[in-house]
């Protein structure tokens, strides 16, 4: 990626179970450790078997201890089988939610951004297809998208929001009504490297404006950000990985915990 002054790339990502296998690769006008260690492990789909997505890391993080409980147990049976019946699409971020395993059908690359998506390629069937080919694929009603991450340090938030909305009207017009969840940008630790929260609430602030203006009824933006934000308005430690950017199992939680809720499912 370019940016528009310096060039300076942020891998990161953990492994499974002790770490989450999470690739990503950012861009900061500040500065950030090099490490290239590559992995990848593969996401499959529950009603048919057939590969969805690799989830590419090419960096180790130690997760805190607290991130070895079994939280599926915390989702009531209802809420399980709404998050069973998502397709996840984003970036690094979002790919936590498959190497994790909250998640069966996630589509999420290193280096995704609202303005390059259409760039990349997704695993499906076996073969490598574009992002609307592997929505149309998953046949599923019910999409969550989460990124944003990598666009906060490259264009403006009214740029971001241009060539979200494109993807999404996209989106839309290759499914048959299904509903489409806008998750929020999540927030970093106050020691971050990477960028700052006031950034990222700006960005999540005209996210939400653009979709209420959009007069799309199947479009929901919602906040995850607010339950992993402490009294400062950073990430919780509870929920930051050593980069203090990627998230821990328990923000994972949160992040599940809060689309349930604001999409109605209890």
């Known amino acids: 990626m370019i940016l528009k002054k310096n060039i300076i790339r942020v891998i990161s990502a953990a492994l499974i179970p002790a770490v989450l296998l999470c690739g990503c690769m950012d861009?900061?006008?500040?500065?950030?450790?090099?490490?290239?260690?590559?992995?990848?492990?593969?996401?499959?789909?529950?009603?048919?078997?057939?590969?969805?997505?690799?989830?590419?890391?090419?960096?180790?993080?130690?997760?805190?201890?607290?991130?070895?409980?079994?939280?599926?147990?915390?989702f009531t049976p209802?809420?399980?089988?709404?998050?069973?019946?998502?397709?996840?699409?984003?970036?690094?971020?979002?790919?936590?939610?498959?190497?994790?395993?909250?998640v069966k059908s996630c589509c999420a690359k290193a280096g995704v951004a609202a303005r390059n998506i259409e760039e990349f390629t997704f695993d499906s069937g076996g073969s490598q297809?574009?992002?609307?080919?592997?929505?149309?694929?998953?046949?599923?009603?019910?999409?969550?998208?989460?990124?944003?991450?990598?666009?906060?340090?490259?264009?403006?938030?009214?740029?971001?929001c241009t060539?979200?909305?494109?993807?999404?009207?996209?989106?839309?017009?290759?499914?048959?009504?299904?509903?489409?969840?806008i998750l929020a940008i999540t927030p970093v630790t106050s020691n971050s490297s990477f960028c700052y929260n006031y950034e990222i609430d700006e960005f999540n602030r005209k996210l939400k404006e653009m979709i209420e203006a959009s007069g799309k009824p199947s479009w929901h933006y919602?906040?995850?950000?607010?339950?992993?934000?402490?009294?400062?308005?950073?990430l919780k430690p509870i929920y930051a990985s050593e980069d203090g950017l990627h998230l821990t199992r328990s923000a994972y939680y949160s992040i599940l915990s809060t689309l349930c809720r604001d999409a109605g499912i209890s």
């Open 129 to 160: 297809v574009a992002p609307l080919t592997a929505i149309v694929n998953s046949g599923s009603k019910n999409l969550v998208f989460l990124m944003g991450t990598n666009d906060v340090n490259i264009e403006s938030s009214e740029e971001y």
């Open 27 to 74: 861009i900061s006008r500040r500065e950030f450790i090099y490490v290239d260690f590559p992995a990848e492990t593969t996401v499959y789909s529950e009603s048919t078997g057939a590969e969805i997505t690799t989830v590419t890391s090419q960096a180790y993080i130690t997760l805190p201890e607290d991130d070895n409980e079994n939280l599926h147990a915390f």
């Open 222 to 234: 919602i906040d995850i950000s607010l339950d992993l934000k402490d009294a400062d308005g950073n």
């Open 78 to 102: 209802q809420q399980q089988s709404f998050i069973n019946s998502c397709f996840f699409m984003g970036d690094s971020i979002c790919s936590g939610l498959g190497a994790y395993g909250f």
């Open 163 to 181: 060539y979200y909305s494109s993807f999404l009207r996209k989106a839309e017009a290759v499914t048959n009504g299904a509903a489409i969840y």
